[in-house]
């Protein structure tokens, strides 16, 4: 059951803004600029939180809509604004992500654009595709979901032919829950049984540091082309619940077929994506995997005498606190006490929390008290502060934290690490009781 | 509101407004240019300036992403009380924009006193209530009605302009509805309004010894470690050093107006600075026992500085920096740089006065080519490398920025950890900056990688 608390405001919100997920989307696509159509705050803000977290440069770009007579409406920001990306920048495509702002004086922005095609023919060669993203509806993964299904809508079309292809390949429509660590894992993984694999989006690549130079628009990332030849993969798999929505444009428009992995975090969860992937290609596991799995298991019983008894709570957009939650309540055997959570999207039927919140970090706070350690953003830095309890660092924003980015929490490797480091915090936390 | 909008912009206590014809100064504070665009909103600047009061509440009226986004982020520190941690906001959703959001704020700041009991609320209007015409002065009027606590509306919508105009609009809800609504139990010798310092990794902790030393009593500082209490008693101060050149002119000058408060502008960065600010504080002061005490405390202050130093000006001396920075330390960190014997190739105008500019031209001895207007990554990595630069100074915005260009950085804006002011800040400044040009990884990441490296 989820539970709203009567509250009439958020006060510490975990919820980001769905033009933040729009955003975030758009840096795992090469040389794709996005801009956002609305007040220069809004930009800054969401390059400030994406700069700290990623600890990249993050290229985003303003439409920097200003004073009464344009909030009243015409188009020069946003047609003066596509035009100086274009100019300065000559992306691939623009990820146009409109605002609270822009979505309340009610924006026709399809009807802007069309406009700005008549009246600037000589821009025609860069696509714009817009997503729309008020900041009073939805959650940051809701935007990052939206901005990937839109850019499919536009690129992916049923005319596309198919090329003729040695190996299979697969499509990754990966969650905003997902690390470079775990996109790493995963590339290696599909390698190992033949597939060829498209990452849609990819920020592992254009947000993980391998960029060892200046750039102007995201480098790396998935393609414009890439993106095009999704419709002739051979299948499709989804990570976290959100991103179906961007399969089923796939499936409905190319026929490719899906299968969704809620979660490929813990060892139950890899078990299912590694016996699909075998009975998929019909091949066996490589030796790797296999080492990996001992060494999960062995990680779960080493740690499995501090997991019984504990207790802890966790906030975070709906893909990541379902599989963290569900690994460490399951798997691990430590008891949930709160999940709050920011959109009704989750599959929480299936996570055994005793409160389910949508709410904010604190109604962590408040409903955390029997916890021994909390997961959530570095947001909650300050409440765990004052509650005195661990904080294990899961979500957006990592900040005043190096290499988050780069761990692995999911398959059969990121099943071993959690164990470890949930199983450190639960030994210290032992240790501490026992008066050292 | 428009109109208050419009005085804003038009401020006097602004040099740069005092020359404009009566037709520019309508073109408000700069225009920013769609698509290349880099700086923050109205909202962004109004918050910047009132979140430091830690013991009053800042309620964000508006949909998630002004606060989201935004909250836990400044490196402001304080003594005061610990609310500038907390983000709070009637994160409006589509219903509430629809019937009008004014009973979800009015139910907050009920929730919000009741849970905190914080000294008084703020509550910032945002683009998106301000269009829809949520009326917040009269809620916060019936609010403090109600509450018996001081509920203050700051107008801060991010369209109506940049962070600095943000500024204006804080400053003037402080003078408003803050400054000059209690009355002192006492009053010290020497009171002064510390105007524009936000006591960023707790630079004001760097200084406030000083000030204890000569007796000076930094009666309202704002905002820095400020309490809510001590706005309000802004006009019993005797003078008003204003720290941060452009932004929070507009206070000083109406404390000035109505309560003949004089007020100059003052620095803390470096050594010079450091004691020509607190000369003028003497000189205002008219005191001459306070002069012979600056005298004493800022030569003993600068032989021990020096002393603390000679480590490491010899690794600086002549070594040149590219300093990008807004307003005050424009100018200032110039002359920080200075003496520790460091070479400024270039420095920013942007966010800077025309005197603040006067100041930089000065420093460079009246050679334009050391002005920078706004740049972005790619153009000062550029001149990085054209004036074969050995240092970066500027924001967090540009870390990853330089980064990438491989250069030794030092980090000068709001969410660092390290404080560069008074005397201490300098010896602080010039341990960081030996740091990053001494740093083995800048030599190890120019090195081939294998496959790079031809054979034969």
Same mark, same amino acid.
């Given at each position: 059951m989820v539970k709203i608390i009567d509250k009439p405001m958020a006060i510490n919100p975990l919820k980001k803004s769905s033009l933040m997920g729009a955003v975030t989307a758009f840096l795992g696509m090469h040389r794709v600029m996005p801009l956002v159509h609305g007040a220069q705050g809004c930009m800054a803000f969401t390059k400030n939180f994406l700069t700290q977290h990623y600890r990249e440069v993050t290229p985003m770009q303003s439409t920097a809509v200003f004073d009464i007579a344009t909030i009243i409406g015409d188009d020069s920001n946003l047609h003066e604004g596509i035009k100086n990306v274009i100019d300065k920048q000559k992306p691939d495509f623009i990820g146009l992500v409109t605002t609270g702002m822009t979505e309340v004086r009610g924006d026709d922005i399809k009807g802007s654009l069309i406009r700005f095609r008549e009246k600037y023919?000589?821009?025609?060669?860069t696509p714009v595709v817009p997503v729309s993203c008020p900041d009073f509806k939805g959650d940051a993964e809701t935007g990052y979901a939206a901005a990937c299904a839109a850019t499919l809508s536009q690129f992916i079309t049923p005319e596309v032919r198919r090329d003729y292809k040695t190996r299979k390949m697969v499509n990754i429509l990966a969650g905003m829950h997902l690390t470079a660590g775990d996109i790493d894992w995963l590339r290696r993984v599909f390698e190992a049984f033949g597939l060829d694999v498209i990452v849609f989006p990819d920020l592992s690549s254009s947000m993980g540091g391998q960029v060892n130079h200046f750039y102007g628009l995201p480098e790396e990332g998935t393609s414009a082309d890439m993106i095009k030849n999704m419709a002739h993969a051979d299948f499709s798999i989804v990570i976290g619940g959100s991103m179906e929505a961007s399969a089923d444009i796939l499936l409905e428009r190319c026929t490719v077929p899906y299968k969704k992995f809620d979660t490929l975090t813990g060892l139950e969860a890899s078990d299912e994506f590694i016996s699909w992937l075998m009975d998929y290609t019909g091949k066996q596991a490589p030796n790797w995997l296999r080492i990996q799995r001992q060494r999960a298991v062995d990680a779960l019983l080493d740690g499995h005498f501090s997991f019984g008894g504990k207790t802890f709570s966790i906030a975070g957009e709906p893909d990541l606190i379902y599989g963290l939650g569900r690994f460490f309540t399951k798997e691990l055997g430590i008891r949930l006490e709160t999940a709050v959570t920011?959109?009704?999207?989750?599959?929480?039927?299936n996570l055994p929390a005793e409160n389910i919140i949508m709410g904010d970090l604190d109604d962590l706070e408040e409903f955390s008290k029997d916890s021994d350690f909390i997961v959530a953003s570095s947001n909650a830095i300050p409440m765990c502060h004052r509650v005195h309890k661990p904080l294990y660092k899961a979500g957006y924003p990592i900040k005043d934290y190096l290499g988050h980015f780069h761990r692995t929490f999911i398959g059969y490797y990121g099943a071993m690490q959690l164990a470890f480091d949930i199983g450190n915090i639960c030994m210290t936390l032992d240790i501490e009781k026992s008066g050292h | 509101m428009r109109l208050a909008i419009q005085q804003l912009t038009e401020e006097p206590g602004c040099d740069h407004n005092q020359k404009k014809t009566a037709e520019q100064k309508k073109e408000a504070c700069k225009k920013p240019t769609p698509g290349a665009t880099a700086g923050g909103c109205a909202f962004d600047g109004a918050q910047i300036v *009132? *979140?430091?009061?830690?013991d009053v509440a800042h309620i964000i009226h508006g949909p998630i992403t002004c606060c989201g986004q935004s909250y836990n982020n400044r490196g402001t520190r304080t003594t005061a009380g610990n609310l500038h941690q907390y983000g709070m906001t009637t994160d409006m959703s589509e219903l509430d924009i629809v019937f009008g959001g004014e009973k979800k704020l009015k139910a907050s700041v009920r929730h919000v006193a009741a849970k905190f009991k914080p000294k008084a609320i703020f509550i910032y209007s945002t683009c998106v209530t301000a269009m829809t015409g949520e009326d917040i002065h009269t809620v916060a009027k019936e609010m403090t009605e109600e509450l018996g606590m001081q509920v203050i509306p700051v107008d801060s919508p991010?369209?109506?302009?940049?962070k600095n105009l943000g500024n204006k609009f804080a400053g003037n809800a402080l003078f408003e509805h803050v400054i000059g609504t209690k009355e002192p139990e006492s009053i010290p010798m020497f009171p002064i309004n510390l105007i524009g310092e936000y006591n960023i990794a707790g630079e004001l902790y760097q200084v406030q010894p000083l000030f204890d030393e000569l007796g000076i009593t930094l009666f309202s500082k704002m905002t820095g470690n400020a309490a809510y209490e001590e706005l309000c008693h802004a006009h019993r101060s005797k003078l008003s050093v204003v720290i941060c050149s452009r932004a929070l002119i507009s206070i000083a000058r109406q404390l000035d107006e109505k309560y003949g408060i004089p007020y100059f502008e003052g620095s803390f960065y470096g050594m010079g600075e450091t004691k020509r600010t607190l000369m003028s504080i003497a000189e205002q002061m008219g005191s001459d026992l306070l002069k012979r005490k600056v005298e004493e405390l800022t030569a003993r202050k600068e032989k021990e500085t020096y002393e603390r130093l000679a480590p490491y000006l010899p690794k600086m001396k002549g070594k040149k920096v590219l300093v990008y920075t807004g307003g005050v330390k424009s100018w200032s960190v110039l002359k920080q740089l200075e003496e520790m014997g460091m070479e400024v190739i270039k420095s920013s105008t942007r966010k800077s006065t025309e005197e603040d500019i006067a100041r930089i031209l000065n420093y460079f001895e009246g050679n334009e080519d050391g002005l920078m207007p706004k740049g972005d990554g790619k153009t000062l990595l550029k001149y990085m490398k054209e004036y074969d630069a050995d240092l970066f100074l500027a924001g967090g915005r540009n870390m990853y920025n330089a980064m990438k260009g491989q250069v030794p950085f030092v980090d000068v804006n709001q969410e660092r950890h390290f404080a560069f002011a008074g005397y201490e800040g300098s010896v602080v400044l010039a341990q960081k900056i030996c740091a990053t040009l001494e740093s083995p990884v800048f030599q190890l990441v120019k090195k081939p990688a294998p496959w790079e490296v031809s054979f034969g």
């Open positions: 023919p000589e821009y025609a060669s920011t959109a009704r999207s989750g599959k929480f039927e | *009132l *979140l430091p009061v830690a991010g369209f109506s302009g940049s």
